[in-house]
């Protein structure tokens, strides 16, 4: 493969700490390299340096002649006087860009709900980073650097910008660099880890899961490691005093090893005792929504005669697009919103607490310290089954003694997100609203919240479009689809099926949009009608045959998938080309199961099922 792009002893300082220090690298064509580590270590930095926004105060950085590099920050540089359509294809004429199919699909993915005409500084903070990452993707590049691509996307476009990414180059072509705490997406995308750590970077082989267990097993190693230097030590001093004692024999890594590492974790939560325990401080009534339905100005409901009955200790997670009303579910069920129809009732004993998007809670806190704040706080919240104070919580979400004696409102974004949470809980709600709480997170800081939520004993209520933490928190999900509430039992990908099944309108709106301002006339479907060729009996029952072999094709290659699975399973798990290999092998059979899925999908709809 060749190479693209590189470092060499480079080294990073900023006035208070050093980044990274002889530090060297290289990116090769056909890499999917996802970068994970703790807030504040240099992920955004290394992107920066590599594609040469930052110089290094040492060191140099490489890069083949012609090789061209495209960067989405953590903040743009659009023209808030621009127009959408010149902040995305920028002169290209209309004829260009209505005409290519890769624009087109990158306008439907991601721009769906923004009017192509619209003024860069009129939109949302999300809209306008909507944008940017469009006109990152319309443009041809060699390498893509994404610093949080994820960030105000929901489930469906993240899936969409998975799919674009993964085919967006010819296998061994391109090059791709992504920071993310989206566990999902980087398992999705990525066949490579970066982890960035102590002034350096650490490489792993695979996708997020597969750098878990490398992670697992080289904590495993180190702790063999001092435990050896340990012996060696009381062996020493045993032979100083004694002489010289038994050897030691250094244990091999296998099979039996990596499965002993998760055999005594226990379930990730006892549902059974949470509920219990939810009971005693809810009663039985929490909230029930029955046959609301909720409209604005006239204009068509936002919910649409929705039941929902929620109740002590269940955990529930909202999915829907952007605008979809997941908000105005959220003032619903708290009783800041009373429905035009049905009602809404809220049990005597419930106490509401939520983290919002923007953290309100902070607010009224200003200057005042962090150590300030804890010290109004005197109670113990119970967690893991035992109670844990302010600083313990603070401890164990990654706050140091310095951080003690900062403002609150000089932390970092994640340590903010970190602080809300602890203060919340520690006002012991019986009844949790999350919304996005991944926000600002990195990976590791994303495990210690879920762990803490796990033996939260109350209702919970999670919002979010992190599919990895939504179905790792919550055991039930709902999505919000056209104004009514549905269950999900298959979850987050049910979801998508049933976005996809009823899609198509949102799609073919930016598409539309861009007609109206441009007067092009790009290929969408147009609507089914009565004037439309009625399909016979015959092609009927052979559309209907299609289907029957889809679904005995798509239960083979789900027991293909069991199969490599269990290879895996089986596999020495420090042989990375064989996990890689199976996992690539998993990875085809599920594409194959998509694209069969969409077909069968499309021959339902055409036969009106």
């Given at each position: 493969m060749a190479f693209l792009l590189g470092c060499e002893k480079i080294c990073v300082d900023y006035p208070t700490k050093q980044v990274f220090q002889d530090l060297s690298l290289g990116v090769d064509e056909g890499a999917r390299i996802g970068i994970v580590g703790r807030n504040g270590d240099g992920k955004s930095t290394l992107l920066k340096v590599l594609t040469g926004a930052v110089e290094p105060d040492e060191g140099r950085v490489y890069r083949t002649r012609g090789v061209t590099v495209g960067l989405l920050g953590q903040t743009d540089d659009l023209d808030p006087e621009s127009t959408v359509e010149r902040a995305v294809v920028g002169t290209m004429e209309t004829y260009e860009w209505a005409s290519s199919p890769k624009v087109r699909d990158i306008i439907a993915g991601l721009l769906s709900d923004v009017?192509?005409?619209?003024?860069?500084?009129?939109?949302?903070?999300?809209?306008?980073?909507?944008?940017?990452l469009a006109r990152l993707l319309v443009g041809d590049w060699?390498?893509?650097?994404?610093?949080?691509?994820?960030?105000?996307?929901?489930?469906?476009?993240?899936?969409?910008?998975?799919?674009?990414?993964?085919?967006?180059?010819?296998?061994?072509?391109?090059?791709?660099?992504?920071?993310?705490?989206?566990?999902?997406?980087?398992?999705?995308?990525?066949?490579?880890?970066?982890?960035?750590?102590?002034?350096?970077?650490?490489?792993?082989?695979?996708?997020?899961?597969?750098?878990?267990?490398?992670?697992?097993?080289?904590?495993?190693?180190?702790?063999?490691?001092?435990?050896?230097?340990?012996?060696?030590?009381?062996?020493?001093?045993?032979?100083?005093?004694?002489?010289?004692?038994?050897?030691?024999?250094?244990?091999?890594?296998?099979?039996?090893?990596?499965?002993?590492?998760?055999?005594?974790?226990?379930p990730l939560r006892d549902t059974l005792e949470l509920k219990r325990m939810a009971m005693a401080r809810l009663g039985k009534q929490v909230i029930d929504v029955e046959n609301a339905t909720v409209s604005f100005d006239g204009k068509p409901p936002v919910l649409n005669d929705v039941t929902w009955l929620i109740g002590a200790g269940d955990r529930f997670g909202i999915v829907g697009e952007n605008g979809a009303g997941k908000t105005t579910l959220l003032r619903l069920i708290k009783g800041e919103l009373a429905p035009d129809k049905g009602r809404v009732k809220i049990g005597q004993t419930v106490r509401f607490a939520v983290l919002s998007q923007h953290l309100d809670n902070l607010t009224a806190l200003g200057n005042d310290r962090v150590r300030q704040v804890i010290s109004r706080y005197n109670a113990r919240v119970m967690l893991d089954g035992k109670e844990s104070t302010p600083a313990q919580l603070l401890e164990r979400l990654g706050f140091s003694h310095a951080d003690l004696n900062e403002p609150v409102c000089d932390l970092s974004g994640g340590q903010k997100r970190r602080l809300a949470l602890m203060l919340i809980l520690l006002d012991e709600p019986n009844v949790l609203i999350l919304d996005e709480p991944g926000n600002d997170l990195d990976t590791d800081m994303l495990a210690v919240v879920e762990d803490m939520l796990d033996t939260w004993p109350g209702t919970l209520i999670l919002v979010t479009h992190d599919r990895y933490l939504m179905e790792r928190v919550t055991d039930n999900q709902y999505a919000l689809i056209n104004g009514t509430l549905r269950h999900l039992p298959g979850g987050v990908d049910e979801y998508l099926r049933l976005a996809a099944a009823s899609g198509g309108v949102a799609d073919a709106r930016a598409v539309t949009n861009a007609a109206v301002a441009t007067g092009a006339t790009p290929a969408v479907a147009a609507p089914a009608n009565d004037s439309a060729p009625k399909i016979s009996g015959g092609q009927q029952r052979e559309m209907r045959k299609q289907m029957a072999s889809l679904?005995?094709?798509?239960?083979?290659?789900?027991?293909?998938?069991?199969?490599?699975?269990?290879?895996?399973?089986?596999?020495?798990?420090?042989?990375?080309?064989?996990?890689?290999?199976?996992?690539?092998?998993?990875?085809?059979?599920?594409?194959?199961?998509?694209?069969?899925?969409?077909?069968?999908?499309?021959?339902?709809?055409?036969?009106?099922?």
């Open positions: 009017p192509w005409d619209a003024r860069v500084g009129t939109l949302s903070g999300g809209q306008r980073r909507r944008v940017d060699d390498v893509l650097a994404l610093d949080e691509p994820t960030n105000h996307l929901d489930i469906r476009a993240i899936t969409w910008l998975a799919q674009h990414l993964k085919t967006r180059w010819r296998a061994g072509q391109g090059a791709l660099l992504v920071v993310t705490h989206d566990r999902w997406f980087l398992d999705e995308v990525c066949l490579d880890m970066w982890e960035v750590l102590n002034k350096r970077v650490e490489p792993f082989e695979g996708g997020f899961s597969a750098y878990i267990l490398q992670r697992v097993e080289r904590d495993r190693l180190a702790d063999l490691a001092e435990q050896k230097r340990q012996n060696q030590l009381r062996r020493e001093l045993a032979w100083l005093s004694r002489g010289a004692r038994a050897r030691a024999t250094k244990p091999k890594f296998h099979v039996a090893t990596a499965q002993a590492l998760i055999a005594d974790v226990p679904e005995r094709k798509t239960e083979t290659l789900r027991g293909k998938i069991s199969q490599a699975q269990e290879r895996m399973s089986q596999a020495d798990p420090s042989d990375y080309l064989a996990l890689g290999a199976i996992q690539d092998e998993i990875a085809t059979f599920q594409a194959q199961i998509d694209d069969m899925e969409m077909e069968w999908l499309e021959l339902a709809e055409a036969l009106g099922e």
